[in-house]
């Protein structure tokens, strides 16, 4: 990119001065389907026009996959020099702070990053707890201190009765046995670093000297210890960029906050902001819908969509009989949709299966339309589905893995030494442990404890430093493992050496599920191997690696991904999907599903009536929600509500959500049954069929007279 390239070219007025003004703090308030993403890699290159090194520029996303998404638009925007920009999530920029400068909190480089069943484990040994929903109620409790910056002391101080003070005790236990296995959790990784540049001056001038200009992207979906990191790591320069729309923050229940966007013009007052409202995504029709349901909820910064895209499609109101019928009508919808495509025979209209989706509230809505889909042969995927990473044979080779890299890590030691068995029993273990805490060790360092025997047998003893030297040995070994080939053949052995293949038979009643688990594992270790061997994105770490890299390295990186890059590439099926995983996805034809009362908006019951403004505050976050459905529209859009839906094993009356009557439809024109529509298709087809025959055969008989 040449410094005379004229980076702003096709962008409206509005996205021009977005990317334009470069010296101060700027808050771009994206509507939905106005091109945020591009204004922010535009904004990157015309950053690095103006001077500032690649490596100065941060842009912060909320998942990976948007980071990959960016990443590659900013290189083919930019082209090499994007390889520089530090383009990640909050939690991966909080790993790689942690990496550098977490020596001055007692964290090592080597730190491991713990799971959801690892901090479920950790909590019930702090807490005195077997039971798993008391540990994963104490886990959300605590998230939710961390998210709002409190420490367990803090916490304490604070609580609002005898359950919070004990949770907060735990926390503090928990935060002990954090410190000592030389591991953080997910929470942590946005907490940690926030401490780093609160309380050390010298890490916080470093960071603030590297980062010549921040963008944040969907920053209506940041926290309140997020906001802080990004005030931290400006400094009173504010050179940052902060992208997000008020109306599509929909996750308050996991700690985002509108008070981040509240604060934006009193912390800046010198804040510049920019309204994106041209629409490139949906028809007006879809837009004038959504406008109509966002316009009731408070406004920050009021803004209202366009789209010169044409009328287009009336929204469809589809009234169902119950949810099995439901997804009839869905079926119907949809292959008279794709008919309608086939009818007027030309390459544009062509609706693929890919072209449609269908949205719901809650997971366990999917499954009357994965029934009718088998049915009809609709091919189909659940989006949202099980990470590859949270399958037990994955995270057991993953355990052993952390364990090489940080020995201090128990919830590894416990699940590595128990998998596969290997005659140590949960007596010698609990021994271990009670011997570890008295010592103040981790498992693993007590294995080889001068003084271990007088806590365990001799055998036990033998047992346990036996594996203890295994995981020494696998280390080293992984050290000096470097490329694909040579990481591919230590794999291989390794699972050979702990006969993990047998393990898996002998847990399975069924060989054609223990084969697949199998094949799973086969699969991590071939990607692990890529990696290895430079031929995939690091895209927890936020760095572009092309060169050959050790098996530890590529180890240190597992615990923050999340996903396997598919090599089947962008396939042909119908999505199924939560509107909460939608956001940030577009589709040409979307139905919303069960949009009644108790559903969307979800129950809002206040039982006792002194709840109201917490209530009014949950209707605002739904409005927003059904308003996110809406505009993942581009082309047609059909909301399905229930007469009648199962509530537990009983069927109860259904109201259409008010929404719909938000949405202020004209009632002449968005009731159709697709079933009518698709009877309909079927004849004309049919009828041309009959045509062609006609003329075919008059066209032979004239032939034949000849």
Known sequence: MSSSAPIAHGLNLAQQEAVN????????????GSGKTRVITHKIGRL???GLRPEQIAAITFTNKAAAEMRERAKGLIGKPAGGVLICTFHALGVR???????????KPQFSILDSDDVTSI???????????????WQWTISAWKSAGLNAAQAEAQASG??????????????????AYQSVDFDDLISLPLKLLREHEAVRGKWQDALGHVLVDEYQDTNATQYEMLKLLVGPRGRFTAVGDDDQSIYGWRGATLDNLKKLPQDYPTLKIVKLEQNYRSTSAILRAANNVIGPNPKLFPKTLFSELGEGEPVRVVDCDSEEHEAERTVARILSLRAEGELKATGSQHKEWKDFCVLYRANHMAKPFEKAFRRANIPYKVSGGQSFFDRAEIKDLCSWMVLMVNNDNNAAFIRTIKTPKRGIGHTTLAALTGFADTAKLSLFESLFSHSLGSALPAKAV???QEFGRYVNDLEYRARRTVGAE????????????IDY????YDGEDSEKVAAARWSNVMDFCDWMAQRCGGQIEDIAGATLHKESKTLLEVVQTIALLSTIQSSEGDQDVVTLSTLHASKGLEWPHVVLAGVNEGLLPFKLDDDDGTNTENIALRLQEERRLMYVGITRAQRTLAVNWLRKRKKGREMIAGTPSRFIAEMALDAATIKQDPREKLKALRAEFARKAAAGVAAAAASDAAFGGR
């Open 21 to 32: 003004y470069l010296h101060g703090p700027c808050l771009v308030l994206a509507g939905a």
């Open 48 to 50: 690095i026009q103006a």
């Open 97 to 107: 702070m942690l990496r550098q400068d977490g020596q001055v909190l007692g964290l």
């Open 123 to 137: 909590l019930k040994d702090a807490g005195g707890s077997t039971d798993v929903a008391t540990a994963r109620q």
């Open 162 to 179: 005898d359950e919070e003070r004990l949770i907060a005790r735990v926390m503090g236990h928990y935060e002990e046995r954090l410190a």
């Open 462 to 464: 033998g047992s346990l």
């Open 486 to 497: 040579d990481a591919r053949a230590f794999l291989t052995e390794w699972l050979k050496e």
């Open 501 to 504: 293949e047998k393990h898996l």
